[in-house]
């Protein structure tokens, strides 16, 4: 699996934004980029993901560089609801690629201070 | 009810005990997953469903066994577990098999005592 490198933690005060970092120096063509956060004792929720072209929804914005070889996950104006620990994870796009399975490093715990 | 929901929250069981866990899915979805996250490792995809047939098993203990009944529920039967299965199960489905995002219940917190 292409792996991808996160800062263990950081913080945040509320309603300022968030840039969340995330290297993934060694993404294929057929890599999607996904991001998870899991908020305490509940289960990972889908946040967004993006193939080239930056992304924005409800949640957040995602960044993407034009080499692919990172990408940045914008939390407009933080919230105490946001606090989580955030995964950046690669999804191979091609059938049979293993792209049913999530694979989670450690991903960066987000504290966001009132 | 919307989303993914699991039953029960918390579990406690003894090695000889026989439970089962339930998830139920209300998007209308056609691939369903169980994982497990426990506090020492990263999350590990158990068994992935897709149309009710199982199309993954990652080398899963036989003590844990799945059942898929329909697209909508998912159960896992635990049967003679041990101390260290004590751990997060989670519940996940999404639109097909692949890429596709996956929603995830919030869990049911199993203990083996």
């Known amino acids: 699996d292409a792996k991808t490198t996160q800062p263990n933690s950081m913080e945040s005060n509320e309603e300022e934004p968030v840039h969340l970092p995330c290297n993934h120096s060694?993404?294929?063509?057929?890599?999607?980029i996904h991001w998870y956060r899991q908020l305490p004792s509940q289960g990972p929720e889908y946040v967004i993901h993006?193939?080239?072209s930056n992304v924005n929804n409800r949640m957040a914005s995602l960044a993407i560089a034009e080499d692919r070889k990172s990408s940045t996950l914008i939390l407009h104006r933080a919230t105490l609801r946001d606090a989580a620990v955030y995964y950046c994870?690669?999804?191979?796009?091609?059938?049979?690629?293993?792209?049913?399975?999530?694979?989670f490093g450690k991903g960066t715990k987000l504290t966001v201070n009132p | 009810e919307t989303g993914v929901t699991q039953t029960p929250r918390h579990l406690v069981m003894g090695m000889t005990n026989k439970k089962s866990l339930k998830c139920e899915q209300h998007?209308?979805?056609?691939?369903m997953y169980w994982y497990k996250q426990s506090a020492k490792k990263p999350l590990e995809l158990m068994f992935v469903?897709?149309?009710?047939?199982?199309?993954e098993n990652n080398s899963v203990p036989s003590r844990f066994s799945p059942e898929c009944p329909n697209s909508s529920h998912l159960f896992l039967h635990l049967h003679t577990l041990q101390p260290e299965d004590s751990a997060l199960y989670l519940c996940?489905?999404?639109?097909?098999?692949?890429?596709?995002?996956?929603?995830f219940g919030p869990g049911t917190r199993l203990t083996v005592t």
């Open positions: 469903y897709s149309l009710e047939e199982r199309v």
């Open positions: 998007l209308g979805h056609n691939a």
């Open positions: 060694t993404i294929s063509g057929t890599d999607y």
């Open positions: 993006g193939l080239t």
């Open positions: 996940a489905s999404s639109l097909d098999r692949g890429y596709y995002e996956q929603y």
């Open positions: 994870i690669l999804r191979d796009v091609r059938d049979g690629g293993g792209s049913e399975k999530l694979v």
